[in-house]
C-alpha cells in the first residue's frame, strides 16, 4: 500500500510503502484526526513516521504498483 503524505509548510510530500490495508491506514488517519493527536504509521522496513494531525495536508492511499524497468509495451 503505497500512502502519500502532504504536510503543511514542507515542500515534498512523504511517501510510505506500508504493509497495512488501506482500510486500515484509513482507520488510523481518522482516528488520528478525530483525537486532533498524532498520525502514526509504520512502513514495510518498520520505521515508524508520526506526523501531528494539525500540520497534515492530505493523505492519499493508494494500491502499489509494480514499476517496469526497461522498455515494455502498454
Same mark, same amino acid.
Given at each position: 500500500?503505497? =500512502? +502519500? #503524505?502532504? !504536510?503543511?509548510?514542507?515542500? @515534498?510530500?512523504? =511517501? #510510505?510503502?506500508?504493509?497495512? $490495508? /488501506?482500510?486500515? !491506514?484509513? +482507520?488510523? !488517519? %481518522? ?6 493527536? %498524532?498520525?502514526?504509521? &509504520?512502513?514495510? +522496513?518498520? @520505521?515508524? =513516521?508520526? #506526523?501531528? !494531525?494539525?500540520?497534515?495536508?492530505? =493523505?492519499?492511499?493508494?494500491? /502499489?504498483?509494480?514499476? $517496469? &524497468?526497461?522498455? %515494455?509495451?502498454?
Amino acid at each position: 500500500m503505497e =500512502v +502519500k #503524505i502532504g !504536510v503543511q509548510y514542507a515542500p @515534498r510530500e512523504l =511517501v #510510505i510503502e506500508s504493509s497495512q $490495508s /488501506s482500510a486500515e !491506514v484509513e +482507520k488510523s !488517519v %481518522t482516528e488520528a484526526i478525530a483525537n486532533e493527536g %498524532t498520525l502514526s504509521l &509504520v512502513d514495510e +522496513k518498520g @520505521r515508524r =513516521v508520526i #506526523i501531528p !494531525v494539525s500540520k497534515l495536508a492530505y =493523505v492519499e492511499i493508494a494500491e /502499489s504498483s509494480p514499476r $517496469s &524497468v526497461g522498455f %515494455t509495451a502498454r
